[in-house]
């Protein structure tokens, strides 16, 4: 991290010494938006695994340029967030299907069974304090904050870890605008800094960003 980084404006907020070490799944729209604002937070520990790489279509919805073009995601930000703040993240270009995770867990990945790897190794797993999972369908988003060993969190997490082929259809990493993105990464990160700070935060937000209507 960078020593010329300044954390004095948002000390009243948020203390970057309440962060977590983080694990990143998935470095599309949203994910890359995350780990770019975790880094301008103050996060000293981020790990960011995504198998994908940089194509033209990413870049107006994420934190990608054109010279990120053709490269891994992760590689591309690295770099980024080593410019923006001096920070040095471990990157791991590779598909997620199972490993060990502690910390804290964020997952913005595009399909069910990437859920599902990464819930087998959250689920009941003291070594994770926190999984916020984000998921983008159009106008609409979703964002869980699940604590692994919250039985009440487990039953309620798992009603929502329904089979691919029935799910809504995802459209995060094909389909999206750059605000509803950054809107999403937002209450994710909105509900991680309340639960680092405090213990607490809320279970699960739904929101349809096009009329501003969150829904209960």
Known sequence: ???????AQQLNLFNPHAC????????GSVGSMI???LAKMGVRHLRVVDHD????????????????????KVAALARIIRQATGLAIVSEHRRYEGGRLAGTVIACVDSMEAR?????????????DILIDTRNA?????????????????????HYLYPG????????GRHGVYHIASFTADIALTQLVKFWMSGR????????????????
């Not at 977590?20 to 470095?27: H, K």
């Not at 082929?165 to 995060?172: G, I, P």
């Open 138 to 158: 159009q106008e609409f988003i979703s964002v869980f904050a699940i604590r692994p060993c919250e039985e009440e969190d487990i039953d309620y997490y798992a």
């Open 116 to 128: 599902e790897a990464i819930w087998r190794e959250v689920g009941r797993n003291p070594a994770v």
């Open 35 to 37: 780990a770019v604002r």
């Open 1 to 7: 991290m960078d020593d010329r980084l300044n954390f």
């Open 201 to 216: 935060t809320k279970r699960h937000h739904q929101q349809l960003v096009g009329s501003l209507e969150v829904i209960e």
């Open 53 to 72: 790489f940089v194509e033209s279509h990413n870049i107006p919805m994420s934190e990608y340029r054109p010279c990120d073009i053709g490269q891994p």
């Open 165 to 172: 082929d029935t799910a809504l259809n995802q459209t995060c």
């Open 20 to 27: 977590q070490p983080v694990t990143l799944i998935g470095a």
